[in-house]
């Protein structure tokens, strides 16, 4: 398996323009996490779906994000309006269970 | 939540054991992790052990549990250059999310 697949790796956009990053979890896997990596704060859990239903937003930071998962082998983490503290790097990660989670390598994200 | 301590930096010359420590923050956490974090990538995960063992080895990495405490250890035997990386502790909560410390920056010297 190719492992969790994210995409763009890399997106610098302008304040206030739509972001959509993107994840194709491993085949199989039927839970979805989507994490945020800053200096200020480290790896923070925003949102994870079971089964492709969401479980738990609570930290979803506002009503700017917006995570969906269409089926299983989809899910998109979308930021409308982008503000420059957006900046960070966002990992999907899938896992069989929820013991072991696998991560993708991660979307760069520059809000300028 | 509240925050999984770990130390920011350690070194150690190449061919020594590393000891990274971490201290966590719920004493109901079932399962704790380490991850590793090369540069520019994402994070891959090394082990994990249940919270009623209290040691668990696989080949060069030994972790250790102080369930009392709540202090974990990862061990890496013959640290090798390859070695130099972030490594992250984690707890699973209760809502199955990881509950990661801000990692522990290794650096691995000749």
């Known amino acids: 398996d190719a492992g969790v697949i994210q995409s763009p790796r890399h997106e610098v956009t302008e304040m206030g323009q739509e972001v959509t990053l993107r994840c194709k979890p491993i085949?199989?896997?039927?839970?979805l996490f989507w994490y945020r990596q800053t200096m200020m704060r480290g790896l923070e859990l925003l949102i994870y779906?079971?089964?492709?239903?969401?479980?738990?937003d609570s930290g979803m930071p506002e009503d700017r994000f917006s995570a969906k998962m269409p089926n299983a082998s989809f899910s998109t983490l979308k930021i409308q309006p982008s503000e420059p503290r957006d900046s960070a790097v966002y990992f999907c990660?899938?896992?069989?269970?929820?013991?072991?989670?696998?991560f993708g390598p991660g979307t760069r994200l520059t809000v300028t | 939540g509240e925050d999984v301590e770990q130390s920011l930096f350690l070194s150690v010359r190449e061919g020594d054991s590393s000891v990274i420590n971490c201290t966590y923050t719920?004493?109901?956490?079932?399962?704790l992790y380490w991850y590793k974090q090369e540069p520019g990538a994402g994070l891959q995960l090394l082990t994990y052990?249940?919270?009623?063992?209290d040691m668990k080895q696989d080949q060069r990495l030994t972790v250790l549990l102080n369930k009392k405490d709540k202090h974990l250890s990862l061990r890496i035997a013959d640290t090798q250059t390859g070695d130099s990386a972030i490594y992250f502790c984690?707890?699973?909560?209760?809502?199955?999310?990881?509950?990661f410390g801000k990692g522990t920056s290794l650096l691995v010297t000749p």
């Open positions: 085949s199989g896997h039927d839970y």
């Open positions: 990660a899938s896992s069989l269970i929820h013991l072991e989670q696998y």
């Open positions: 779906f079971n089964n492709n239903v969401p479980i738990d």
């Open positions: 052990i249940f919270s009623n063992m």
């Open positions: 719920d004493s109901s956490s079932t399962y």
């Open positions: 984690a707890e699973l909560t209760s809502g199955y999310a990881l509950n």
